[in-house]
């Protein structure tokens, strides 16, 4: 009998399926805590967060860590390595949702919509919109990656120029043009909207600063979608204080949660997403599918895995 | 000397634009009640609105009315077709705009932007959005012309099945299927989204009515953007009361403006849009294009006009 423990529940449906799927497994749908499950589990299948060294001294028969979750930046990898597990995650699966976040914030703040809203809460009829539109729009894309790109096939299909930004400039789907890191500063003043999706990696973290926001339109848009240490606090503070930009459309920041007291909160021009835009009632339905395909190889004795994570790169 | 009256004003930059396209006309920007300018004036430029029968009276001059507006319903047309007036309005600019309104509710609503408001409103920092997507859904559009195609090529590209429904059920561009009004009552259960563009005609008066909200989905978002009267007010509310759909985003009533004592403010899942989902900087601009192009032909007595309007039929 394979032992497998989720550190997290599913819905009813979901474990049935699996139960379906796998009769000659034994699933476990408990927490890290639960000492006798985790010392019997060939596989735990977890957010990561839970996951420590010691965790993993706790599980002597521990072969396959699967994570349902994208960035594994605070994951034992070298003790997991050292240990021969195999660890997959479920990288790609934040990209629909990632995408449609982006676009509806971007239209939201072209049509409207805050003002609509507001509108309807003072119960007043005014037709004074002030509606602008996405359509023609030119937007430069940091990090062009999987999400990145179908954020640029999804703004190209509303007339926008597309400008995908990374570290060598190299091509990206649904990118009209590239530009390098480098060329960042000479291309801002052309870009209605700056999207950021990128990684916090040593050339990320401060990549953005407030000289960046003086050479954006007025009217532009920035959003940061990615994470939270591309661009020190007080620079886009400063930054939306002087209005140097219209609007900054923040689901990341550098300590999140944000507190109560955060001056981010009340700065004319700033949408504060409490790191919510990768959330979707498809995130587990999603997550299970990637599960269950390496599931079938695991237990065929198969060597097809997806995402399968490299301990030493990290991803 | 060609006389041009407009009865609305435009930016400066359009008026020299115009000015410096055509030096061999006087371009007046004043109103309706110019007695001596509507007196003077080969060309009248409007929304429409303001021409009543009296006004082809007092303008003995006119032969060309430009409408920018779409909607023709309460114009004099028999008495311009008898004054052999030519009459031509901005069909078609409405495309962009309306699309993209349509799709800013849509994304808001499946990506959480009124709770994502609120919580920032709140400056409450919780990640319990609730966020679904707008991938995979169903969706029928009542009326696939010119701006219902633009819409479903767009939710195309957001992965959404299109159904198209007309009077005829002849098929129309990205609609992945098509259904005529009689087959509604049948496909309703399998929608998601059910978006009106329809016009106000006999065959659409009425259409949608109590029974075709208890045929969807719990989950299901209707939006009309076409005419208030599709749906009697009272079935629309009786069926929001009972919660028959999850949300009514409406950007058109029977009675507008909305007055401040209407129940369908503060109806749950009722989205209030007063009647601006047209609206665009970009409105005016366009319309001015297709004003030059069929200036330029005025003035070389040429005869390829666009949208001209037949005035027997109306359109």
Redesign the interface.
């Known amino acids: 009998m394979t032992n497998v423990l989720f550190t997290f529940t599913v819905k009813d449906n979901l474990k049935e399926q699996l139960q379906v799927d796998f009769p000659e497994v034994k699933f476990t749908f408990s927490s890290i805590k639960d000492i006798e499950s985790v010392g019997l589990a060939e596989i735990i299948v977890s957010y990561g967060e839970d996951i420590v060294p010691e965790t993993l001294d706790r599980a002597p028969m521990l072969k396959w860590l699967m994570v349902a979750s994208a960035g594994l930046e605070k994951m034992p990898l070298k003790e997991i390595g050292d240990r021969n597990i195999l660890i997959t995650n479920v990288r790609g699966i934040h990209k629909?949702?990632m995408a449609?976040?982006v676009?509806?914030?971007l239209?939201?703040l072209?049509?409207?919509?805050?003002w609509?809203?507001t509108?309807?809460d003072k119960?007043?009829?005014?037709?004074k919109?002030?509606?602008?539109?996405?359509?023609?729009s030119t937007a430069i894309v940091l990090g062009p990656g999987a999400i990145g790109s179908e954020i640029g096939?999804?703004l190209q299909?509303?007339?926008v120029r597309t400008i995908g930004c990374n570290r060598s400039g190299e091509s990206a789907p649904h990118m009209e043009d590239m530009i390098s890191f480098k060329q960042l500063g000479e291309t801002l003043p052309k870009a209605d909207i700056v999207i950021s999706v990128l990684p916090s990696t040593k050339e990320t973290r401060g990549l953005l600063t407030y000289e960046h926001f003086v050479l954006m339109k007025e009217e532009g848009i920035f959003m940061n979608f990615g994470r939270g240490d591309l661009v020190k606090e007080e620079d886009l503070l400063k930054a939306m204080k002087e209005r140097q930009i219209a609007y900054a459309v923040l689901d990341v920041f550098e300590t999140?949660?944000?507190?109560?007291e955060?001056p981010l909160?009340?700065l004319e021009g700033v949408?504060?997403?409490?790191?919510?835009?990768s959330?979707?009632?498809?995130y587990v339905p999603r997550a299970l599918k990637i599960f269950t395909h390496n599931l079938y190889e695991w237990m065929k004795k198969g060597t097809d895995f997806q995402n399968v994570i490299d301990v030493e790169k990290g991803y």
């Open positions: 629909v949702p449609e976040s676009m509806a914030h239209l939201a072209k049509r409207s919509l805050p609509i809203y509108q309807q119960r007043e009829w005014s037709r919109s002030g509606s602008t539109e996405l359509f023609g096939r999804l299909a509303f007339g999140e949660p944000l507190n109560e955060h909160w009340e949408i504060v997403s409490p790191h919510v835009s959330h979707s009632s498809e």
